[in-house]
């Protein structure tokens, strides 16, 4: 307790800290090499842990079950009612609690949950396994994306994100490749209950890793030594957004809700989670629509994973490199997606089809920039928590939409689910032309109000940095976009 204090007040209280560049690139080399290995894996587990559905529709689990296609599609938006109903209290105690040892706990309540959908025998009991797997799942997003705005600047999270984000693209690839091995397991047992056990013991196990080796914040990282932890603090100064505190600023909750940026990323999610729901839940059914076989449907999964991964790896790091590029490459991605939900619903050809749903995917990579977008945004801690719950309610919304508007009696087209893609990409794109309207015109408004300013002014600016000051409330505070 005494280090991690002595670091904070070495910062807030003591002069200012100094460091050369060549210990700060050496710095985050160490933070990279300890903690983005860990929240890649564990991502990636949560990704694969939801892709369990659509692999497990495909080995049977409709048929073992009796599922109709309207309760398969309520069994995939179950979960995110179990994501809705936790995500406002996840936010409350990703600030009460160490955030490392709490996301740890989390994924070992979640494998054990997982494993328990092996023992469902009918609808009810899988909707009520979905449920309280949606509510172990929903630290997992809003606790990396804060994790990440604690441990980086601004200009290095979106990278970042795009780093640990790529384990979706990477469960595709592993999941399955496991999947397939599945297949081909011959038991008594469905394979598809194989599929709950194996993942379920295998994030179980990453979570014990968490639980050991995941650090909570810069201040009380035992990796680090003490000189390196001052400097870790010190070095988000630039950030302006504020540091970890575990008190809960109920006028942040307030500007949270009546800030219009939070209602324009809202949109944005929104937008981007409507056609994920739909994607994510019947990709694997649209894909055996074509006309393959079991086998063949989980092979033809692995490519488009890898795609995917290459696709956020290197938008990612454009946008961390080209300063103000993240919307525009949202709205790049966001209309090739596009041009992929043509392809799939207006084509004949499975060459095509399958190109156009690896180009669907591309709409994901949005998800990253979109949660750097708010570490980047807003500041305040407690105002960055309830944003991010926020984004998370209206994720969840979206996942609870888009499988709804897929309808058996359309299979394997799903006419009016395309439609809705389509559309909803359509408003995506607007939606972040609209926020890099905004946001360049708030800094230049802010930019005009501190010309002149000097002496004092720039006291309290530095002084404002590790404060936990709301970005509205700090003129010096200047958006990305």
């Known amino acids: 307790m005494g280090t991690e204090l002595g670091a904070c007040e070495s910062v807030e209280h003591g002069s200012s800290t100094e460091f050369s560049a060549e210990a700060e690139r050496k710095l985050v080399r160490k933070i990279d090499l300890m903690i983005l290995p860990i929240m890649l894996v564990a991502y990636m587990m949560s ?32 979960f995110y009612f179990g994501y809705l109903a936790f995500s406002y209290p996840a936010s409350l105690l990703m600030v009460r609690f160490p955030l490392g040892k709490y996301l740890a706990c989390t994924y070992i309540v979640w494998a054990i949950v997982l494993a328990c959908h092996a023992a469902t025998t009918n609808f009810t009991g899988l909707m009520v396994a979905r449920f309280f797997l949606g509510c172990t799942e929903a630290s997992v997003s809003p606790g990396f994306s804060l994790l990440t705005s604690l441990w980086y600047r601004t200009a290095e999270q979106p990278l970042r994100h795009g780093i640990w984000f790529c384990g979706n693209s990477l469960s595709l690839i592993i999941g399955g490749a496991i999947a397939v091995g599945i297949w081909q ?50 070095r988000l100064k630039s950030n302006r957004a504020g540091y970890k505190t575990n ?31 739909g994607y994510t839940t019947f990709s694997g059914l649209i894909l055996k629509g074509f006309g393959y076989n079991t086998l063949n449907t989980l092979l033809l999964g692995i490519p488009g994973g890898f795609i995917s991964f290459l696709v956020v790896l290197a938008s990612c790091y454009a946008s961390s490199k080209i300063p103000n590029s993240r919307c525009t490459v949202s709205i790049i991605l966001s209309c090739s997606s596009i041009l992929g939900t043509a392809l799939v619903y207006a084509t004949h050809h499975n060459a095509s089809r399958y190109v156009g749903l690896i180009l669907m995917s591309f709409y994901a990579v949005t998800m990253p920039l979109s949660m750097a977008l708010i570490s980047a945004n807003v500041g305040g801690v407690t105002k960055r928590s ?10 969840c919304a979206g996942n609870i939409i888009g499988p709804q508007l897929f309808f058996e009696r359309q299979a394997p087209v799903y006419q009016s ?19 890099v309207v905004y946001l360049r015109g708030e800094n230049a408004r802010r930019d005009r109000m501190m010309v002149g300013t000097t002496g004092s002014g720039e006291q309290e600016g530095e002084e404002e940095e590790l ?3 709301t970005d509205l409330k700090n003129e010096r505070f200047r958006y990305v976009y």
């Not at 194989?194 to 890793?209: D, E, K, R, S």
């Not at 009546?258 to 944005?268: H, M, R």
């Not at 309830?386 to 994720?395: N, P, Q, R, W």
């Not at 439609?419 to 032309?433: D, H, R, S």
């Open 47 to 78: 990704f694969m842990d939801k892709q369990t559905l659509s692999y497990a529709a495909i080995m049977g689990i409709m048929e073992d079950l009796r599922l109709t296609g309207a309760e398969y599609s309520w069994s995939s938006a179950i």
């Open 185 to 234: 397991i011959e038991s008594s047992l469905a394979t598809w209950k194989w599929l709950y056990i194996i993942f379920g013991l295998v994030t179980f196990t990453w979570g014990v890793v968490m639980l050991f080796r995941l650090p909570d914040s810069p201040t009380n990282a035992t990796f680090l030594t003490p000189e390196e932890r001052v400097i870790a603090v010190a």
């Open 247 to 277: 008190r809960i600023d109920k006028r942040q909750m307030v500007e949270a809700c009546t800030d219009p940026k939070t209602w324009l990323l809202g949109v944005l999610i929104l937008g981007c989670n409507i056609p994920n729901g």
């Open 386 to 395: 309830t944003v991010s719950a926020i984004y998370f309610i209206l994720y």
């Open 417 to 435: 689910g395309f439609v809705a893609i389509f559309v909803c990409l359509a408003v995506v794109v607007v939606v972040l032309g609209g926020l």
């Open 467 to 469: 404060m936990d000051v």
